[in-house]
């Protein structure tokens, strides 16, 4: 099947192949589809994106193209984790080292301020399933495949991999310091109905404390089981694009969208600080204009993004209230406080890196004002949603003269 692309999407794909043979790290973010989120009150804001796959495995673009990708979309950091088995492309770029993805697009990002982080997909089926590791000294330690004269086919290369036991590869990865969740846990080819199951193997693993995060959101999805999951078993919350194409295919920044991610709350920018934050659980997932997280991590970075920023009575009793947002997100916002809002349903909505005047009717003047708005678009649990309160003093106009 011939896909159509269009002339969007084609001059952007030119513009990334131009990094092909040069370091990516000139392409500067774009402001149009950068990925801007405030840092909090006590850390930074950092936004990863720990599940990318490049041609070194099952996806279909230079790993290069990727770090031109996470640089526009103006990430703080990505890993590109390959499948350590599926290598689908063995005969047209043979590579025993298993590093090599990460060295590509290290040294594609060298002159750049993104962090790259080493990181491989351990890939088996149930009971283990599918398994990121972060972080990682070396990736040939996650693998065993017996040596042969003979070059390996796709199929019978994967076949040798996944006989090599995977709590042998999770061991490995740990020995290494690294960080393990579990991917796309919800995935219908070991779930029909949709709705995952902690097996033995990662009870084993979560009690030893070998299995660190699970994703929550992958790719054009979310599982809200996933997320309980996360919670019952105080696993990291991870969203990630686990793109394999470019990342203009899939999530259509040029048109609004945006790919998955991991917002990290650090100490600073930095890799040891990056992988301090994932093990404290320090994250929130932001998926399709959905900000998903603990009460303790989501409150802040809401109160950092919307804010009061004027509260005035304009020659009446109607009190002007201006909200400010100063994040990525589009806030979607119910009203649920005492005052009812003139001229507009109790619903409406904060636009990114914005602001947006309400009407407030406080019956008489105040001197204060102390508005509560459920956040629909924020989770702290499944089906749960935050409620945030904004305050701020009201100051008067003078009297409208009469005429």
Aim: net charge negative; glycine share 4%; proline share 6%.
């Amino acid at each position: 099947m011939i896909r159509l692309l269009s002339s969007v999407t084609i001059s952007i794909f030119i513009g990334q192949l131009s990094f092909g043979h040069g370091s990516a790290s000139k392409h500067a973010p774009d402001e149009a589809r950068k990925i801007d989120f405030p840092d909090t009150a006590h850390h930074k804001t950092l936004v990863l994106d720990p599940h990318t796959h490049s041609v070194f495995s099952d996806g279909h673009v230079w790993p290069r193209i990727r770090i031109s990708e996470a640089i526009r979309d103006g990430l703080d950091a990505i890993a590109i984790t390959e499948h350590l088995e599926y290598q689908p492309h063995i005969n047209d770029i043979p590579h025993p080292d298993r590093n090599k993805s990460y060295e590509e697009a290290a040294s594609s990002a060298k002159y750049s301020n993104l962090l790259v982080i080493p990181g491989a997909e351990i890939t088996r089926s149930l009971p283990a399933s599918h398994m990121n590791a972060l972080f990682i000294q070396d990736a040939n330690k996650l693998l065993s495949v017996p040596e042969t004269e003979a070059s390996y086919t796709p199929n019978e290369f994967s076949s040798q991999a996944k006989a090599w036991p995977p709590q042998n590869a999770v061991d490995a990865a740990n020995e290494q310091g690294a960080f393990l969740f579990w991917n796309h846990a919800w995935w219908r080819t070991d779930y029909p109905n949709g709705i995952p199951e902690v097996s033995d193997f990662h009870k084993r693993n979560i009690e030893a404390g070998l299995l660190h995060g699970i994703e929550i959101a992958n790719g054009k999805h979310y599982s809200e089981d996933a997320f309980q999951i996360a919670l019952d078993n105080n696993l990291t919350l991870i969203g990630a694009s686990d793109v394999h194409d470019l990342i203009d295919w899939d999530y259509e920044p040029h048109k609004g969208g945006h790919r998955p991610v991991t917002l990290v709350f650090a100490n600073e920018k930095s890799t040891d600080s990056l992988k301090e934050a994932l093990f404290d659980r320090r994250t929130v997932v932001w998926f399709k204009n959905s900000l998903i997280g603990r009460d303790a991590h989501l409150y802040p970075l809401l109160e950092a993004s919307l804010s009061i920023k004027g509260a005035t009575y304009r020659y009446s009793e109607i009190l002007a209230v201006t909200i400010v947002n100063t994040s990525d997100c589009d806030f979607q916002l119910r009203n649920l406080s005492p005052y009812g809002l003139h001229e507009r349903t109790a619903v409406f909505t904060v636009p990114q890196h914005s602001s947006q005047t309400l009407q407030v009717r406080t019956g008489t003047k105040v001197e204060s004002i102390s508005l509560e708005f459920e956040v629909l678009n924020a989770y702290t649990a499944p089906n749960q949603t935050a409620t945030l309160t904004l305050e701020s003093t009201v100051t008067s106009l003078p009297s409208k003269p009469n005429p």
